[in-house]
């Protein structure tokens, strides 16, 4: 009834290879975005802007890095983390020693920098496999924290080794630091996760998408029909920290204001991990339910129980929200293998019906 | 001289390091051998083990009677998990399960500090703690407490790989790593199975809980010691109760000597990550781990 | 998984972030959120402190009704140790509850998330040793308050103390001397200081990283330990690191009375689970340990009252006695705020004014209960780390720690120019223009 497929016709090839080709669904995704854009800013206050919509943006475009490498191209990795901080580090060394550098350039060059890195490590995965490779990839994690803390460069000698990202602005509008407001920092990570997707989703559906995916459904077979593991996987490494760099730079200059290697530990890159798995492999939109799902549950099991004053000890609210949260994640596991994402699909299916089933 | 005997004396503690390792790398092996299953849960159930151990001991209970209780705890865990979890998994991808392994961990993680609370707990089960001195002016230590931890792994591995070889359920929990269709056509339960080898797992949990809890107390940073297993997982392979052994005491060792004798030049603390630098150029040359099953790939 | 159960999750969501903007004006009341971590790895030091604070801010509401009779309102926020976190809890409460006058952060990585952030809010971050060194210099930092003494200035301490013990400064020339610490920022804190020391005495020292995620393993900084012999071990450690290093070197038959902890790497949680072999272990301190003292009878009438946070046999600690110190220092902050602006509930911009013209002199602290407890401080406008910082050397006895020294001053000639440098450069990356304090 209120979701309808039939009755649309295509009558030319762009019409039929279109991003959205239901006039339904791009009505809706331009309308979250307007929303997202017009009046969220608007009607958000200072905590939910800065401390709940922010970082799950931010999160959300790490997911849909690691989504790529691991929902489409089949490659577990657990240094999300270490790509982050690889975007992080650079980008500060870019906007620290380059100042004329516009922000947008710097985070984009930060995730470059952290795309190098990432096909530096991406390397071992043409011979290790699975669970093997994923383990592999914790060298990745483990030895470029260590790099960013051990050298002395990459923080410009600081004496307390946890430098402060610098202020930027955009248009005369202060979108980096700490005295930038809220919306501003919003609307600027927002306008990365809009572009971001659109590339991921225009990646994904294309050539190299496919041939990623080819290489994640079997690997023997993809290369015997011509795709290079080589190129694809390295492609898919380089991408996937690309997104990760640019997520990390974003989480120290628009978040948390400093650059420090303990917020990239190894516990982000499983939070990262749980988001894809939880949002669903091997779709764009999964991303973000799954950074928002995750990032969010412990926030809002932590704020349920001080907002309605219950008297419970913190840590006790911290062992019940552990406990949820992990009794959650195997719930969803369970129920729904494949993720948030494909709830939503069946939302859409249910829509197609609703409200007469019959 | 002295520098030999020196060189000697972190190789053996980097090796009696290594048998800790391995004692937390043993659970993860029995439990993917037997169920695919790679389970993230066994750092926080060697912390969870520990907790309880340690919390009846506090209540004045004879440490027998504690130990019999933690098993039981442990075996009551398995169970739990086998029905509310893995029972409803099967046959999902191995991520899938992995994923799930991590949500049971962070459950577990608060469980056990809702019952237990988040103090340190010392403990102490009376393993010598004294050291040796051998060789000229005592050049050489041996930690007496290393060594009764890698006796009592080693004790621990022997008793495991009796119970595979010669009783009736080691028989089938190989028969169930060999192959699952082919165990449950001859009729071996595979929830069971399951049961019993998550209950093992969490038996080799306690000992490492007790072991490593006798030398930090017991406190949450024991779920982290989880971390220091993986490189020896990979290095030794998933499926190989040899291959944690072998590869814990190559980890144990080869990072002690490395942050010795290699990290000064790089600025120290290497050992973070060198355990799984090694571990990666080993797999470089071979994919599936040292003992690993050779992995066969059909289109 | 059907539509109903979705909905019905989706809800649970919902409610779960529902109602974070409804603060309740309350503006008769001083609202003191602390952003505590009890859980987690650092929670066995976390929990002592947190309890600290909140006593203190119970018992001065009990017994006076408040602050010049405006109670405190204390609320806690689990942060873990988390920077994400930290910062999240730091935009939750700030402007809760009328505004908090105060924030705790409890972390080095959070209070440096936090500072500037706070500075553009106004409101004062109290970081009672540890945060930013430099923040000592009030003309750049105005909302960073890190009395009543710095990493940088508690080195130089430390090292007076082992001069002392070893017969004058002269004595340290061509000694070698270990430094054991955590890998983190933190850790490497005092290490430009030390460097300085190493040149001006005349000595050398070895560097010990320990990394954090292997932070129970330091078998290999043992060994080494072990063949070079270092004269003295000092540590900067936090966490399940303490024990373990402690543990380490009574293995290595490291003798305890020479091996050092700073102010964060001796307490309850760090020798209790070593054992007898803990004995003899030292630590630095800026408060005085155990129940003797006038303020705990106020603090037992509040047990006594079930009002307690904590259970009456666990309160006397290093960690709790220094969580008391923060709550009476931000009490005696509120009254000089008062003092000015008015018996009634402040604001986070009253607050630094009260920080900043903190004087408790000996006889303050008398009045107090507190003495042997806490040091006196003068803060200034152009000193946020306070007159004469200085520090106490602890011992570890088996069964509690004992204070073993009088007040050890610190080197602030040297490490005063160290501050205003590092300072100076950080406002010069942050264009910020240092306020005049004369």
Redesign the interface.
């Known amino acids: 009834m209120f979701y309808r497929e039939a009755g649309i016709f295509k009558t030319s090839y762009a019409s039929d290879q279109a991003l959205f080709r239901i006039p339904l669904d791009r009505l809706f995704v331009i309308g979250v975005v307007a929303a997202a854009y017009l009046v969220v800013p608007f009607v958000g206050d200072q905590y939910w802007l800065g401390s709940i919509l922010l970082p799950s943006l931010i999160l959300s475009i790490a997911a849909l890095g690691l989504n790529i490498l691991t929902g489409y191209c089949g490659q577990v990795s657990l240094g999300t983390g270490a790509f982050m901080a690889a975007g992080a580090f650079m980008a500060y060394k870019f906007a620290s020693n380059i100042t004329w550098l516009p922000i947008p350039v710097v985070i984009v060059l930060g995730g470059l920098c952290a795309a190098a890195i990432g096909v530096a490590f991406g390397l071992p995965s043409l011979r290790i496999k699975g669970f093997y490779l994923a383990v592999t990839t914790l060298a990745a994690q483990f030895f470029l924290l260590w790099l960013f803390q051990k050298i002395p460069w990459f923080v410009n000698y600081s004496i307390a080794g946890v430098p402060t990202a610098p202020p930027r602005e955009i248009f005369g509008i202060l979108v980096t630091g700490a005295e930038a407001s809220p919306a501003a920092r919003y609307l600027f990570v927002l306008t990365f996760a809009v572009v971001l997707a659109l590339v991921a989703a225009n990646l994904v559906r294309g050539r190299i998408g496919r041939t990623w995916m080819a290489i994640r459904d079997m690997d023997i077979a993809a290369e015997l029909i011509g795709i290079k593991p080589l190129n694809t996987k390295l492609s898919a490494f380089a991408v996937s920290s690309f997104y990760c760099g640019v997520a990390g730079a974003l989480w120290s200059f628009c978040y948390i204001n400093t650059v420090e290697a303990s917020a990239f530990d190894i516990f982000r890159s499983f939070m990262v991990l749980f988001m894809v798995i939880v949002g669903g492999l091997g779709s764009i939109l999964g991303s973000f339910l799954g950074a928002f799902f995750i990032f969010l549950l412990p926030i809002g099991l932590n704020n349920a129980v001080t907002t309605f004053g219950l008297p419970i000890a913190t840590e006790t609210i911290t062992y019940i929200e552990f406990m949820v949260f992990g009794a959650l994640i195997v719930f969803f596991l369970i129920v729904e293998p494949h993720g948030l994402a494909r709830l939503w699909q069946i939302v859409k299916e249910k829509l197609r019906l609703w409200p007469f089933p019959y | 001289m002295s520098e030999l005997w020196f060189f000697f004396e972190v190789l053996l503690s980097g090796m009696f390091a290594g048998t800790m390792y391995s004692l937390v790398a043993l659970g993860f092996v029995l439990i993917f051998k037997a169920s695919g299953v790679f389970n993230f849960a066994q750092g926080t159930m060697v912390l969870f083990a520990a907790l309880c151990f340690v919390g009846f001991l506090e209540m004045g209970l004879p440490m027998v009677v504690a130990a019999l209780i933690a098993i039981a705890i442990m075996v009551a865990w398995a169970f739990t998990v086998e029905r509310l979890v893995l029972r409803h998994l099967v046959n999902q991808e191995p991520i899938i399960l992995f994923m799930a392994t991590i949500g049971v961990s962070f459950f577990l993680e608060g469980f056990g500090e809702f019952i237990w609370g988040g103090d340190v707990h010392p403990l102490n089960v009376g393993i010598p703690d004294d050291a040796w001195f051998v060789g000229p002016d005592g050049a050489m230590m041996i930690q007496q407490f290393d060594l009764s931890a890698a006796v009592i792994a080693g004790l621990l591995v022997t008793v495991l790989a009796l119970f595979f070889h010669y009783t009736r359920i080691g028989r089938a929990l190989r028969a169930v790593a060999d192959d699952h269709q082919a165990a449950l056509s001859v009729g071996i339960p595979l929830n069971q199975i399951w049961v019993i080898v998550w209950s093992v797992a969490g038996f080799v949990a306690l000992v490492a809980g007790i072991i490593w809890g006798s030398r930090l107390g017991v406190q949450f940073s024991l779920s982290i010691v989880a971390l220091k297993a993986l490189p020896v997982l990979i290095l030794g392979g998933f499926t190989s109760v040899p291959g944690a052994i072998v590869g814990g005491l190559i980890i144990g060792a080869g990072e002690k000597l490395a942050e010795i004798y290699i990290g000064p030049f790089f600025g120290g603390a290497i050992e973070e990550w060198f355990a799984y630098v090694l571990a990666m150029f080993f797999l470089l040359f071979r994919p599936q781990g040292l003992f690993g099953e050779r992995i066969i790939e059909r289109v | ?1 059907s ?1 109903r ?2 909905t019905l999750a989706l809800a649970g ?1 919902a ?8 603060a309740a004006s309350a503006a008769d009341q001083i609202y003191i959120p602390n952003l ?1 971590y ?4 650092y ?2 030091s976390g ?1 002592p402190v ?1 309890h600290g604070v909140a006593d203190y801010l119970a018992m001065i509401n009990m017994r006076d009704g408040g602050v010049n009779g405006v109670p405190i309102l204390y ?4 942060t ?1 140790y ?3 976190r930290g ?2 809890c730091y ?2 409460v700030k ?1 809760q509850n009328g505004g908090a006058v105060v924030i705790n952060p409890w972390s ?2 959070i209070t ?2 936090l ?3 706070a ?2 809010d106004k409101i004062p971050i109290l970081s009672l040793g540890y945060g ?3 923040a000592a210099d009030g003309r750049v930092f105005p909302y960073v308050f890190n009395f009543p003494s710095t990493y940088w200035n508690q080195a130089t301490a430390i090292f007076k103390y082992i001069a002392d013990q070893e017969g004058g400064f002269d004595k340290l020339k061509g000694k070698n001397f270990g430094f054991v610490y955590l ?3 933190y850790g ?2 005092p290490i ?1 200081t030390l460097d300085i020391l190493a040149e001006k005495y005349g000595f050398t020292y070895d ?11 330091q ?3 043992w ?2 330990i ?2 070079s012999k270092p004269a003295y071990v000092i540590m900067w450690g936090w ?2 690191m303490n ?2 290093a402690i ?1 380490e070197a009574s ?3 490291y003798p305890m009375d020479h091996f050092i902890g700073n102010w964060w790497a001796a307490a309850e ?1 760090d020798v ?4 007898e ?1 803990a004995k003899g272990y030292k630590g630095a301190t800026f408060n005085g340990v155990g129940t003797d003292f006038a303020v705990y009878k106020d603090i037992n009438a509040l047990y006594d009252a079930g009002k307690g946070t904590w259970s009456k046999d666990q309160i006397g600690g290093v960690l709790y006695s220094r969580g008391l110190v923060t709550g009476a220092y931000m009490v005696e902050a509120i009254k000089v705020a008062q003092a000015k602006f008015g018996n009634r509930a402040i604001t986070g911009e009253e607050m630094q004014y009260g920080l900043e013209n903190l004087d408790l002199d000996a006889a303050k602290i008398a009045k107090l209960g507190l003495t042997g407890l806490m040091p006196p401080v003068k803060v200034t406008c152009d000193n946020h780390e306070g007159q004469n910082p200085a520090i106490l050397i602890q011992q570890w006895n088996g069964k509690a720690w004992e204070i073993k020294s009088d007040w050890i001053a610190a080197d602030t000639a040297l490490v005063r120019p ?1 501050i205003e440098q ?1 300072a100076a ?2 406002a010069k ?3 910020i223009t240092p306020r005049s304090c004369s």
């Open positions: 998984m539509i159960s979705l969501a409610i779960g972030l529902a109602g974070l903007a409804g505590v009890k859980t987690g790895p929670g066995p929990t947190a609320e806690e926020c689990e873990g988390k920077t994400d910062v999240e935009d939750r402007n080095t990585g440096y998330a500072i500037e952030k500075t553009a930013r060194t430099s890998d983190h920022p490497k804190e430009p560097k010990y990283p320990v990394p954090p995620a292997s932070m129970t393993e078998k290999s900084i060994l080494q072990r063949r966490g399940a024990a373990t543990t293995n290595v038959k949680p209790v689970p070593v054992g072999a160290l590092d450069q950080y990356e942050n264009n």
